[in-house]
């Protein structure tokens, strides 16, 4: 079965730190890309990053470039979102999904999605 499950979200204060984690499961990771999403009430799915499944090149939104940073640990095949400097406009759900396309950040491209863990930014 293919699974994709996220966790690491909570409350931090502006400033603060957060790792996601999204762990995979039921398909081979290397044929696939990973993306980090998020979505704040009201407002579309946003792409943040994605790194491909054997851990090679990642790529970012200009809203998240030089703050969070994508990585994979290939042997447990989970990808964490390290996110730092975080800001109040950072609270959203956050996703991770899958896509056999290279440096993807169109959310219609993914195919599988995790359910999403919170993250809340707020003093």
């Known amino acids: 079965q293919v699974q994709l499950v996220e966790s690491g979200g909570g409350l931090v204060q502006p400033g603060g730190s957060l790792r996601l984690s999204c762990a995979a499961s039921g398909f081979i990771l290397d044929y696939y890309t990973i993306g980090w999403f998020r979505q704040a009430p009201g407002k579309a799915r946003e792409g943040l990053s994605c790194?491909?499944?054997?851990?090679?090149?990642?790529y970012y939104a200009d809203s998240v470039k030089g703050r969070f940073t994508i990585s994979m640990d290939n042997a447990k095949n989970t990808i964490y979102l390290q996110m730092n400097s975080l800001k109040p406009e950072d609270t959203a759900v956050y996703y991770c999904?899958?896509?056999?396309?290279?440096?993807?950040?169109?959310?219609?491209?993914?195919?599988?999605w995790g359910q999403g863990t919170q993250v809340t930014v707020s003093s």
């Open positions: 999904g899958r896509t056999r396309l290279g440096h993807s950040l169109t959310t219609y491209e993914y195919d599988t």
């Open positions: 790194i491909g499944g054997s851990g090679g090149m990642s």
